[in-house]
């Protein structure tokens, strides 16, 4: 079973950045795009950003200018690099594959002074 690992997540203040990574614990062929969603605590999912196979990206409105996605040379690596974060940043951020269909467990962002 291939899982995705996130890892990147934890506590920054306002105006901080933070990177996180998600690797497949397997090698994957073919991947059509891999990215990010997150989810606040009573809200629904939404989705941050991703990146296609042949590298075109794209971000929620909230988050474009601040947030940057890009895939390791492995291809079964993302990344999500967040600058400039705010409070209303803070969820549980999940990594998520496209054919083949996979999801991660979490990492939590949390945006606080």
């Known amino acids: 079973q291939v899982q995705l690992v996130e890892s990147g997540g934890g506590l920054v203040q306002p105006g901080g950045s933070l990177r996180l990574s998600c690797t497949a614990s397997?090698?994957?062929?073919?991947?059509?795009?891999m990215g990010w969603y997150r989810q606040a605590p009573g809200e629904s999912r939404e989705l941050v950003a991703f990146?296609?196979?042949?590298?075109?990206?794209n971000y929620a409105d909230s988050v474009k200018g601040r947030f940057t996605i890009s895939r390791g040379s492995a291809k079964n690596t993302v990344y999500l690099q967040m600058n400039s974060l705010k409070p209303e940043d803070t969820a549980v951020y999940y990594c998520?594959?496209?054919?083949?269909?996979?999801w991660g467990q979490g990492t939590q962002v949390t945006v606080s002074s």
């Open positions: 998520f594959s496209v054919l083949p269909n996979y």
């Open positions: 397997e090698s994957i062929s073919g991947i059509e795009r």
């Open positions: 990146i296609r196979a042949g590298g075109s990206t």
